[in-house]
């Protein structure tokens, strides 16, 4: 099993002026700790599941491109981005040029969203369910579009809900034959889509796991694609707090994940001290599971 950290709260001692340094602290934490990626929540408000919606959330893309440029290992991603805050042409775009900075360990982190009342708040597009879905999928065939061939390629994309009159990508990714493509969400559509187009799933920590996945394994079987090549990631809380004991609590519940049949498992660093948390976990967690 491989471990990954999800920033999701910045509710951290120093308050704004210190989020640089903090951020930096926790790259190359995660960088010496053998983590495998780092997502950043794709969110302007905070959620109110973590705090309060006027809680700090810093522009998701800006601070990939910082995390890039203070790690050199660790993948990096959207936890995911909204189809419809964003065109899938400038999406496609910054995870280019993420992964062209990076030197090719950007992921294309996206999903239909489901946060609508900051949408409404700061007047980003919020369209209904069904059309979200159809947007998702004509967006995944955009940005596969744009990572063809040597510079995207010459054809049109004329779709429900987008128009483009060439899918031009220059500067082509590093990554070939693109960054892997990560679609977020539990739902029937979505799994349909991740069996379609994409590279890994993104699913949430809960009993019905094998369900889940067998309805995977059953879209991958009419989309013609191999299910053991998809990438079974889920999210979930790394609440150790710096306290060892807990470590092996943690350890035990990343066992069962890995027993439902989860490859990679992205941790929130819920409260506390975040860079020590993650050295802890990098220390004593990362190699009691490597090998599950």
Known sequence: MKLGLQINNYNWSGGPSRFGSTLTQIAQAADAGGFACIGVQ??????????????????CYTTLAFLAARSSRVSLLAIVSPVSYRQPSLLAKSVTALDVLSGGRAWLGIGAGDYEEEARGLGLPFPPVKERFERLEEALQICLGMWSG???????FDGAHYRLERLLNSPQSLTRPHPPILVGG?????????????????????????HRLEILRQQCAVAGRDYDAIEKTCM????????AAKVSELVGRLRWLAGMGIQTVIGAIAGGDPV??????????VPAVADV
């Open 236 to 243: 979930f809380g790394f609440d150790i707090g710096g306290d």
């Open 42 to 59: 794709d969110h302007v408000w905070e959620s109110t599941y973590i705090g309060v919606r006027e809680g700090p959330v810093l522009e």
């Open 276 to 285: 020590a948390t993650i050295e802890l976990i990098g220390r004593e967690v």
């Open 186 to 210: 539990r739902g029937d559509k979505t799994l349909r889509l991740v069996a379609r187009y994409a590279d890994a799933c993104n699913l949430a920590p809960s009993p019905d796991l094998p």
């Open 150 to 156: 040597e510079r995207g390629t010459e054809r049109a």
